[in-house]
């Protein structure tokens, strides 16, 4: 494993966040609720985190108002205490039909419409908008194609838990997911979990990344990948989930910073 190879470095990214957009935020607690944008990425920063995926269940409400709180952060002289920069990759939680829950991951510059327009073409009711219960019209095969047509990163959510891929589907109907086109990686919470004959079939191999799905604060940071990339993009990320181990160190394959190992 080299450090740098044509600038490029590695970087802290965790795949799946929720906000206060989502309605099982802080689990009711009001403490998490009353958090601000501003506390929200301090959290982020705190924990070391490079790049944040926004992935609030069904919603991109909070996508906008965490770029307006992280520009203000940017511009502002002193930076306030415990600011480190920080990328934003907008993105959503989606649940599709049969409760299956698929991450979309768009570029830094998307913005909250982004992701009500992807909402939109994917059937989900907008007065349910933050919340899980509800479910997409489309199926997950649609669904990821409707992330792509998007222009996005579809990554079946926590695929060995629950609402996850390989809990939800088997046989024919996850053969005919797994055989859509561009898809790049899954969502993998337990690295010892035993994946189902007909992925294996399918010789995919699938890049393997990990997030924290935090809802509390305690877990922000807890979980993340390694990510090598230039400078933080859909591009670059797009790149290093193609290139898999290459591009991709989960937290729990190494113990040390990928960027100290000459």
Known sequence: MENLIHGAKWWKFDFH??????????????????????NWLLMYMAAGIDCVA??????????????????????SEPKPIGYRKLFLFPGVEVTASGNTHILAIFDISAETKKIQ??????????????????VT???????????????????????????GLFVNQSGNTLKQTLAVEGLLAIELIDKNFVKPDIYSQSKLQLAEVIGTDSHIAAQVGTNYTWVKMGEPSLDALKLALHDKEDGIIRKDEITIDPNLIS
């Open 54 to 75: 926004i992935t609030d269940h069904n919603s991109g409400e909070w996508i906008d108002l965490l770029k307006t709180a992280l520009a203000t952060m940017e511009a």
């Open 137 to 163: 019209e489309k199926s997950v095969e649609q669904v990821i194609n409707e992330i792509h047509k998007a222009g996005g990163i579809a990554i079946p959510a926590h695929i060995d838990k629950a609402s």
């Open 117 to 134: 327009a992807l909402l939109g073409c994917v059937g989900f009711p907008s007065d349910q908008f933050g919340t899980s219960d509800a």
């Open 17 to 38: 966040n929720h906000t206060p957009a989502s309605d099982d935020f802080g689990k009711g607690d009001s403490t998490h609720q009353a958090i601000t944008p501003e």
